[in-house]
């Protein structure tokens, strides 16, 4: 149980697209996701939060309005970089947690976005 | 934010050995998990601990989270190949709460 997809696994676009992410979870309802990037040799830091109906909260430093998100359902939250830059370049992981009443999250296996 | 310090930030070691790590911070926890990260993967969950002095176990694993509620160590004993990866220590301050991750300690095992 708990598990997590991620779509693609991989991607690679030019500087100025746009490039969405999915984030399902396969085997249980996520009443809320999350989105981390990770940088080469570094932790994963929390970019945003995203409950299913609502808007995402994003944490200080995440442009909302770069980094769209979408959590149409209780299974499904989609991440979309618009306007892609080099320095966008990173590995995108999201997680899921259940609301079953403790603190543990089900991560996906992550998405390395390479802008050219 | 929390801030969690994480040691060591790597560790090379013989298999069969013991491995011990640990997390602290300067401010009071109600749960510590523990993540491991193999290259190019998502993290997969461990062991969530949530009561001070709780001493949990999975496998080879065992994990504690401190009395003092600002610490909890990680032990992994008889290492094996697939141990190599990256270990995190993670706080969330609920379940709606986004994780807090330490930095990392890279294990890596010598032939």
């Known amino acids: 149980g708990a598990v997590v997809s991620q779509h693609p696994s991989r991607v690679i676009c030019k500087s100025g697209t746009s490039v969405k992410i999915e984030c399902r979870s396969l085997?249980?309802?996520?009443?809320?996701m999350f989105w981390y990037r990770q940088f080469p040799k570094q932790s994963l830091m929390l970019m945003a939060t995203?409950?299913?109906?609502?808007?995402?909260?994003?944490e200080q430093g995440v442009e909302k309005d770069k980094f769209l998100i979408n959590h149409a359902s209780l299974t499904l939250s989609t991440l979309t970089v618009t306007s892609a830059h080099p320095e966008d370049s990173s590995f995108y992981i999201c997680?899921?947690?259940?609301?079953?009443?403790?603190?543990?999250?089900?991560f996906g296996p992550g998405t390395r976005l390479t802008v050219t | 934010g929390q801030q969690l310090n994480q040691s060591p930030q790597s560790m090379f070691i013989q298999e069969g050995e013991d491995v011990s790590m640990n997390c602290t911070s300067s401010?009071?926890?109600?749960?510590w998990l523990w993540y491991k990260q193999d290259p190019g993967e998502g993290p997969v969950l461990l062991i969530a601990?949530?009561?001070?002095?709780e001493l949990t176990s999975n496998g080879r694993l065992t994990a504690q989270f401190g009395i003092t509620r600002k610490d909890s160590f990680l032990n992994i004993s008889a290492s094996i190949p697939s141990d190599v990866g990256i270990y995190f220590c993670?706080?969330?301050?609920?379940?709606?709460?986004?994780?807090?991750f330490g930095k990392g300690t890279h294990l890596i095992i010598q032939p």
């Open positions: 997680s899921a947690h259940a609301g079953t009443g403790g603190y543990e999250q089900y």
């Open positions: 085997d249980f309802q996520a009443t809320t």
């Open positions: 995203s409950n299913e109906g609502s808007k995402a909260t994003y």
């Open positions: 401010s009071i926890f109600n749960t």
């Open positions: 601990l949530y009561k001070a002095g």
């Open positions: 993670g706080y969330s301050g609920g379940g709606a709460d986004g994780l807090t």
